[in-house]
Nanobody
């Protein structure tokens, strides 16, 4: 049994910064790709950023240059540093991780989500 738990969401003013964390725990054999998704009110869930176990990253164009994804493999934790936040960044942010509990058997695991509200 494995789970991922997000933390770090909250209320921030436009132009501010926030750092999200997502920790995987349980009977983990290995963790491959980890990523962050978000879902704004009335909109579909979108992929924000991903990072491989080797450190290769991808970002959606709207956050490039403002957000940075990173991970600590020893802690099975992924982070999302969000700078220069604007109103359009308001959303529930979800962590997803490809986790193997047995060799070669990966499963995408979702966190419960953490709310980020950008407002003046």
């Amino acid at each position: 049994q494995v789970q991922v738990v997000e933390s770090g969401g909250g209320l921030v003013q436009p132009g501010g910064s926030l750092r999200l964390s997502c920790a995987a725990s349980g009977s983990i054999f290995s963790v491959n790709v980890m990523g962050w998704f978000r879902q704004a009110p009335g909109k579909e869930r979108e992929l924000v950023a991903t990072i491989t176990s080797g450190g290769t990253t991808t970002y959606v164009d709207s956050v490039k240059g403002r957000f940075t994804i990173s991970r600590d493999n020893a802690k099975n934790t992924v982070y999302l540093q969000m700078n220069s936040l604007n109103l359009e960044d308001t959303a529930v942010y979800y962590c997803n991780a490809d986790i193997a509990t047995l060799p070669g058997r990966y499963l995408g695991v979702w966190g419960q989500g953490t709310l980020v509200t950008v407002s003046s």
